[in-house]
């Protein structure tokens, strides 16, 4: 597969489920492969249950070359209040 040259970009939104306070195998993969280093990035979730601040902290530490920025559960959230967030 492909991947698209996220270079040219200086901030990545990276949505996801939250699996018992993981992220998915296929997000990992994802960050394993794209060369995010120095670049600035924020992760939203769409859990239930897990709050984004543990998923957030996880991947600080796994990534730690990542700018990470304060995440978001996006769950009963109106548009407005997930653009403030942007």
């Known amino acids: ?3 698209p040259d996220i270079q040219k970009y200086d901030r990545i939104l ?6 018992c306070g993981l992220a998915p195998n296929v997000i990992l993969t994802l960050l394993d492969i794209l060369n995010l280093n ?3 990035a924020a992760v939203f979730t769409t859990s239930g249950a897990t709050k ?10 796994t990534y730690p070359e ?5 995440p978001l559960n996006a ?4 548009e407005d209040e997930i653009r403030n967030w942007m």
């Open 66 to 70: 990542i700018k990470w920025h304060k």
């Open 38 to 40: 120095g670049k600035h």
């Open 14 to 19: 990276i949505g996801c489920p939250v699996w």
């Open 75 to 78: 769950n009963d959230m109106s």
């Open 52 to 61: 984004p601040m543990k998923l957030a902290v996880k991947l600080k530490k």
């Open 1 to 3: 597969m492909e991947m």
